[in-house]
Structures are given as structure tokens and as C-alpha cells.
């Protein structure tokens, strides 16, 4: 899904960090870090999108008590 998305994702290397993070010897050095950074920035940027595309427009509830829509999806997110 993220190469669709990002056209400079380096899939190689991001199974290579999955494959390790697994492990006892996994060694987390500043890089590896930088990476998990950006996963994780990125998957709260497909979150937060897909929350105000897809479900806000179907939100029964008015304008002015849509946050209370991200709110309850950040929720299920989290769990």
C-alpha cells in the first residue's frame, strides 16, 4: 500500500527493519530509528486522512461536533 502511495519507499529496506525488529539481537541505532519515525508519521497520516475522506462526510453529526468523530476513531485506533 505505501509504495501507492510514496514513490520513494524503499520497500527492501523497510523488510529488512520488519524482519529484524523481531528478534533478540535487534539493535535499534539512530537510522533504524529515523525509520520507525517515519512509519509511524506516515500510518497517522493514512489514519487521519482516511478518517476525514471516508467517515467524516458520512457523519451524522453537525459541523460543529465532527471532532468528536476523530476523537472516537482515534480511540479504536489506539486499541
Not at 527493519?17 to 529515523?34: H, R
Not at 519515525?37 to 462526510?57: C, E, F, G, M, W
Amino acid at each position: 500500500m505505501e509504495q501507492l502511495n510514496n514513490l520513494d519507499f524503499n520497500g527492501v529496506e523497510f523488510d529488512r527493519f520488519k524482519k529484524e525488529a523481531g528478534l533478540n539481537s535487534f539493535n535499534l541505532t539512530p537510522k533504524k530509528w529515523d525509520v520507525k519515525r517515519v512509519l509511524s508519521k506516515v500510518n497517522y497520516q493514512i489514519q487521519t486522512d482516511a478518517v476525514k475522506n471516508h467517515i467524516i462526510p458520512k457523519s451524522k453529526k453537525s459541523l460543529d461536533k465532527q471532532w468528536i468523530e476523530y476523537a472516537e476513531e482515534a480511540d479504536l485506533l489506539k486499541s
